[in-house]
């Protein structure tokens, strides 16, 4: 039982390259969270999806697209970075019935 | 908005002693109220959590307060271990809402 897991770990991108961070868990939840980390500004909600097939926006979408096209995986696009997309990148998952969020262990990227 | 705000960044303590970790909020619908802690290279784990039916709930060493007049909720763990350094967050949501609202989070230190 892994739980939540993120690929990749590091990325380096460069201004206007495009990638994709997956998430991926195997709890069987219903619902997942993309969140960015930032210095002095705690976990900010990127998007998050309430089940396989939706998605909704969170506080800072803009710049990042998402998709939920099996329940366990959960994508987060950035079609072209930006320096202001350097963060790190958490993925969470939850059972519908708890607000106990799991979260994966992170990717940091760093957009040059 | 801030709506869920930790303002001390840093807190050391020494071993042995108690630490407050202490949160404010500001929207009045938040009922569930929840603290992570985070190491270093690793996404948060949850904590402890309470419900606003409740004022206080405890688990071994750490006990949250929670003041609903005064929309302030409070951390305290005793006594502090060295394992205890990490950064904490806490969260609040509202019922029948789907997301977390994250402080910016308080770094503790244990000093042996």
């Known amino acids: 039982n892994a739980g939540v897991t993120q690929t990749p770990k590091f990325r380096v991108l460069k201004t206007g390259q495009s990638m994709t961070l997956l998430c991926a868990q195997d709890?069987?939840?219903?619902?997942m969270y993309w969140y960015r980390q930032d210095p002095g500004m705690g976990l900010r909600l990127i998007h998050y999806?309430?089940?396989?097939?939706?998605?909704a926006k969170g506080e800072v979408p803009d710049g990042y697209n998402v998709s939920r096209l099996k329940k366990q995986n959960f994508l987060l696009g950035l079609e072209s970075a930006a320096p202001s997309q350097t963060s790190v990148y958490f993925c969470?998952?939850?059972?519908?019935?708890?607000?106990?969020?799991?979260f994966g262990p992170g990717t940091r990227l760093t957009v040059l | 908005d801030q709506q869920v705000k930790q303002n001390s960044p840093s807190l050391s303590v020494q071993e042995g002693r108690i630490s407050i970790l202490n949160c404010d909020y500001t929207n009045s619908m938040f009922d569930y109220f929840l603290w992570y802690k985070k190491y270093p290279a690793e996404g948060p784990t949850f904590l402890i959590s309470i419900s606003s039916i409740k004022d206080k709930n405890e688990d071994g060493r750490f006990t949250v307060f929670l003041n609903k007049s005064a929309k302030h909720l409070s951390l305290h763990i005793v006594p502090s271990q060295p394992g205890d350094s990490a950064v904490y967050f806490c969260a609040a949501s509202a019922q029948g809402a789907q997301k977390l609202v994250f402080g910016q989070g308080t770094r503790l230190t244990i000093n042996p």
């Open positions: 999806s309430v089940g396989e097939g939706t998605t």
């Open positions: 969470a998952s939850k059972q519908g019935a708890t607000d106990t969020q799991y």
């Open positions: 709890m069987n939840h219903e619902y």
